[in-house]
Protein backbone atom coordinates (compact mmCIF):
# COMPACT_ATOMS: atom_id res chain seq x y z
CA UNK A 1 0.00 0.00 0.00
CA UNK A 2 1.00 3.25 -1.01
CA UNK A 3 1.73 6.30 1.61
CA UNK A 4 0.54 8.91 -1.56
CA UNK A 5 -2.12 11.33 -0.04
CA UNK A 6 -4.35 13.49 -3.06
CA UNK A 7 -5.66 16.49 -2.23
CA UNK A 8 -8.18 17.72 -4.60
CA UNK A 9 -10.80 20.95 -4.95
CA UNK A 10 -11.54 23.78 -6.01
CA UNK A 11 -9.68 27.50 -6.37
CA UNK A 12 -8.96 29.11 -2.83
CA UNK A 13 -10.23 26.05 -0.88
CA UNK A 14 -6.22 26.06 1.09
CA UNK A 15 -5.41 23.02 -0.96
CA UNK A 16 -1.58 24.25 -1.02
CA UNK A 17 -1.02 25.47 2.12
CA UNK A 18 -2.60 22.93 3.91
CA UNK A 19 -1.06 19.97 1.45
CA UNK A 20 2.15 21.27 2.79
CA UNK A 21 1.27 21.43 6.29
CA UNK A 22 0.27 17.33 6.26
CA UNK A 23 3.55 16.84 3.79
CA UNK A 24 5.67 18.51 6.54
CA UNK A 25 4.31 16.49 9.97
CA UNK A 26 4.15 13.31 8.03
CA UNK A 27 7.61 13.66 6.51
CA UNK A 28 6.24 13.17 3.07
CA UNK A 29 7.03 15.52 -0.10
CA UNK A 30 4.63 18.11 -1.70
CA UNK A 31 3.90 18.25 -4.80
CA UNK A 32 2.06 21.65 -5.54
CA UNK A 33 0.30 20.52 -8.81
CA UNK A 34 -1.52 23.85 -9.26
CA UNK A 35 1.77 26.15 -9.67
CA UNK A 36 2.85 23.26 -12.80
CA UNK A 37 -0.02 24.29 -14.65
CA UNK A 38 0.59 27.89 -13.20
CA UNK A 39 3.98 28.09 -14.93
CA UNK A 40 2.43 26.75 -18.48
CA UNK A 41 0.07 29.70 -17.77
CA UNK A 42 2.96 32.03 -16.93
CA UNK A 43 4.75 30.88 -20.40
CA UNK A 44 1.64 31.43 -22.61
CA UNK A 45 1.04 34.75 -21.05
CA UNK A 46 4.04 35.93 -21.84
CA UNK A 47 4.54 34.67 -25.27
CA UNK A 48 0.93 35.95 -26.33
CA UNK A 49 0.11 32.50 -27.06
CA UNK A 50 -4.23 32.03 -27.77
CA UNK A 51 -4.96 29.54 -25.85
CA UNK A 52 -7.56 28.16 -28.69
CA UNK A 53 -4.47 28.26 -31.26
CA UNK A 54 -3.57 24.46 -30.30
CA UNK A 55 -1.22 24.27 -33.04
CA UNK A 56 0.35 27.09 -31.22
CA UNK A 57 0.08 26.06 -28.08
CA UNK A 58 1.80 22.62 -28.76
CA UNK A 59 4.34 24.56 -30.66
CA UNK A 60 4.78 26.32 -27.21
CA UNK A 61 5.09 23.26 -25.01
CA UNK A 62 7.81 22.05 -27.05
CA UNK A 63 9.85 25.26 -26.18
CA UNK A 64 9.30 24.91 -22.40
CA UNK A 65 11.25 23.08 -19.85
CA UNK A 66 9.94 22.74 -16.64
CA UNK A 67 11.58 21.28 -13.86
CA UNK A 68 10.88 20.91 -10.13
CA UNK A 69 13.45 21.59 -7.41
CA UNK A 70 12.88 21.52 -3.40
CA UNK A 71 14.98 23.97 -1.26
CA UNK A 72 14.98 23.72 2.26
CA UNK A 73 11.70 21.34 1.90
CA UNK A 74 9.96 24.22 -0.59
CA UNK A 75 8.88 23.15 -4.05
CA UNK A 76 10.59 25.36 -6.48
CA UNK A 77 9.53 25.90 -10.21
CA UNK A 78 11.88 26.31 -12.76
CA UNK A 79 10.34 27.48 -16.25
CA UNK A 80 13.00 27.62 -18.92
CA UNK A 81 15.95 27.75 -16.34
CA UNK A 82 14.26 30.21 -13.99
CA UNK A 83 13.05 30.42 -11.03
CA UNK A 84 9.32 31.88 -11.39
CA UNK A 85 7.68 30.28 -8.10
CA UNK A 86 7.46 33.79 -7.01
CA UNK A 87 5.74 35.31 -10.70
CA UNK A 88 2.85 32.60 -10.83
CA UNK A 89 0.48 33.43 -7.74
CA UNK A 90 -1.24 36.54 -9.53
CA UNK A 91 -4.92 36.13 -10.53
CA UNK A 92 -4.24 36.58 -14.14
CA UNK A 93 -1.78 33.73 -14.13
CA UNK A 94 -4.48 31.75 -12.34
CA UNK A 95 -6.93 32.90 -15.23
CA UNK A 96 -4.50 31.77 -17.44
CA UNK A 97 -3.80 28.37 -15.78
CA UNK A 98 -7.24 27.07 -15.94
CA UNK A 99 -7.02 28.27 -19.28
CA UNK A 100 -4.44 26.19 -20.90
CA UNK A 101 -5.20 23.21 -18.45
CA UNK A 102 -8.29 22.29 -20.16
CA UNK A 103 -5.66 21.54 -23.39
CA UNK A 104 -5.04 17.35 -23.20
CA UNK A 105 -1.40 17.92 -24.57
CA UNK A 106 -0.55 20.27 -21.50
CA UNK A 107 -2.45 17.89 -19.13
CA UNK A 108 -0.79 15.01 -20.44
CA UNK A 109 2.99 16.09 -20.49
CA UNK A 110 2.53 17.61 -16.78
CA UNK A 111 0.25 14.29 -15.76
CA UNK A 112 3.52 11.74 -16.34
CA UNK A 113 5.60 14.18 -14.50
CA UNK A 114 3.62 13.96 -11.36
CA UNK A 115 3.13 10.30 -11.70
CA UNK A 116 7.30 9.96 -11.61
CA UNK A 117 7.34 11.95 -8.42
CA UNK A 118 4.64 10.03 -6.87
CA UNK A 119 6.64 7.01 -7.68
CA UNK A 120 9.94 8.20 -6.17
CA UNK A 121 8.68 9.08 -2.46
CA UNK A 122 5.48 8.67 -0.43
CA UNK A 123 4.00 12.51 -1.52
CA UNK A 124 0.82 15.22 -0.78
CA UNK A 125 -0.38 16.42 -4.04
CA UNK A 126 -2.92 18.90 -4.61
CA UNK A 127 -4.46 20.06 -7.57
CA UNK A 128 -7.87 19.27 -9.32
CA UNK A 129 -7.65 15.64 -10.95
CA UNK A 130 -5.38 14.02 -8.39
CA UNK A 131 -7.84 11.70 -6.74
CA UNK A 132 -9.20 10.67 -10.42
CA UNK A 133 -7.33 11.15 -12.72
CA UNK A 134 -3.15 11.79 -11.68
CA UNK A 135 -3.15 9.18 -8.85
CA UNK A 136 -6.39 6.91 -9.20
CA UNK A 137 -4.24 4.97 -6.50
CA UNK A 138 -3.58 6.73 -3.93
CA UNK A 139 -4.27 5.69 -0.53
CA UNK A 140 -5.78 8.41 1.05
CA UNK A 141 -7.93 10.94 -1.48
CA UNK A 142 -9.44 14.15 0.76
CA UNK A 143 -11.59 16.66 -1.61
CA UNK A 144 -11.36 20.18 0.11
CA UNK A 145 -13.54 22.82 -0.23
CA UNK A 146 -15.03 26.27 1.48
CA UNK A 147 -17.58 28.68 0.18
CA UNK A 148 -16.22 30.88 -2.34
CA UNK A 149 -17.23 33.63 0.13
CA UNK A 150 -14.44 32.45 2.22
CA UNK A 151 -12.17 31.46 -0.65
CA UNK A 152 -12.42 34.90 -2.22
CA UNK A 153 -11.38 36.51 1.35
CA UNK A 154 -8.57 33.99 2.02
CA UNK A 155 -7.43 35.18 -1.40
CA UNK A 156 -7.85 39.09 -0.60
CA UNK A 157 -6.25 38.62 2.43
CA UNK A 158 -3.05 37.03 0.68
CA UNK A 159 -2.69 39.31 -2.20
CA UNK A 160 -3.55 42.79 0.44
CA UNK A 161 -0.33 41.19 2.35
CA UNK A 162 1.94 40.96 -0.47
CA UNK A 163 0.94 44.61 -0.98
CA UNK A 164 -1.08 43.84 -4.07
CA UNK A 165 -4.59 46.18 -4.74
CA UNK A 166 -7.18 44.07 -5.40
CA UNK A 167 -11.35 44.06 -4.95
CA UNK A 168 -12.81 41.31 -3.17
CA UNK A 169 -15.46 41.42 -5.60
CA UNK A 170 -13.67 40.86 -8.90
CA UNK A 171 -11.82 37.77 -6.48
CA UNK A 172 -15.15 36.33 -5.78
CA UNK A 173 -16.33 36.90 -9.25
CA UNK A 174 -12.82 35.43 -10.49
CA UNK A 175 -13.33 32.46 -8.37
CA UNK A 176 -17.04 31.68 -9.75
CA UNK A 177 -15.49 31.60 -12.90
CA UNK A 178 -12.90 29.28 -12.07
CA UNK A 179 -14.80 27.01 -10.72
CA UNK A 180 -17.54 26.37 -13.63
CA UNK A 181 -14.37 26.39 -16.01
CA UNK A 182 -12.79 23.61 -13.69
CA UNK A 183 -15.93 21.85 -13.26
CA UNK A 184 -17.37 21.82 -17.05
CA UNK A 185 -14.08 20.77 -19.25
CA UNK A 186 -14.13 17.71 -20.40
CA UNK A 187 -10.88 16.13 -19.79
CA UNK A 188 -10.26 15.85 -16.42
CA UNK A 189 -12.75 18.32 -14.78
CA UNK A 190 -13.05 18.85 -11.15
CA UNK A 191 -14.77 16.49 -8.84
CA UNK A 192 -15.04 14.63 -6.42
CA UNK A 193 -13.49 10.58 -6.42
CA UNK A 194 -15.70 8.14 -5.23
CA UNK A 195 -13.67 6.99 -2.61
CA UNK A 196 -12.92 10.37 -1.61
CA UNK A 197 -13.62 12.38 1.66
CA UNK A 198 -15.22 15.82 1.59
CA UNK A 199 -13.47 18.32 4.07
CA UNK A 200 -15.11 21.52 4.19
CA UNK A 201 -12.62 24.08 5.46
CA UNK A 202 -14.60 27.24 5.66
CA UNK A 203 -15.00 27.19 9.72
CA UNK A 204 -11.87 25.16 10.28
CA UNK A 205 -7.98 26.54 10.91
CA UNK A 206 -5.58 25.75 8.87
CA UNK A 207 -4.21 23.58 11.62
CA UNK A 208 -7.52 21.78 12.06
CA UNK A 209 -7.45 21.32 8.09
CA UNK A 210 -4.31 19.24 8.56
CA UNK A 211 -4.78 17.49 11.58
CA UNK A 212 -8.38 16.45 10.61
CA UNK A 213 -6.55 14.98 6.86
CA UNK A 214 -3.77 13.46 9.07
CA UNK A 215 -5.95 11.38 11.42
CA UNK A 216 -7.97 10.27 8.13
CA UNK A 217 -4.30 9.05 6.74
CA UNK A 218 -3.19 7.30 9.71
CA UNK A 219 -6.99 5.50 9.56
CA UNK A 220 -6.75 4.35 5.97
CA UNK A 221 -2.83 3.63 5.81
CA UNK A 222 -2.01 1.67 8.90
CA UNK A 223 1.90 2.14 9.07
CA UNK A 224 1.15 6.15 9.47
CA UNK A 225 0.43 5.66 12.89
CA UNK A 226 3.50 5.11 13.47
CA UNK A 227 4.80 8.98 12.30
CA UNK A 228 4.36 11.29 15.17
CA UNK A 229 3.07 14.39 13.79
CA UNK A 230 5.02 17.40 14.98
Known sequence: ?????????????????????????LGSIYVDTGAMYRAIGLYMTENSVDKSDIEAVKNALGKISLDIRYEDGVQ???LN???????????????????????????????????????RSAV???????????LPDASVKIFLTASVEVRADRRYKELAQKG???????IEADIRRRDEQDMTRKTAPLKQADDAV?????????????????????????????????
Open 76 to 78: QII
Open 198 to 230: LLDSSSLSIDEVADRIIEIAKEKVPTLREVKAF
Open 124 to 134: VMDGRDIGTVV
Open 164 to 170: EEVNIKE
Open 1 to 25: MNKNIAIDGPAGAGKSTIAKLVAKK
Open 81 to 119: GENVSGKIRTPEIGSAASAFAVIPEVRSGLTDLQRELAK
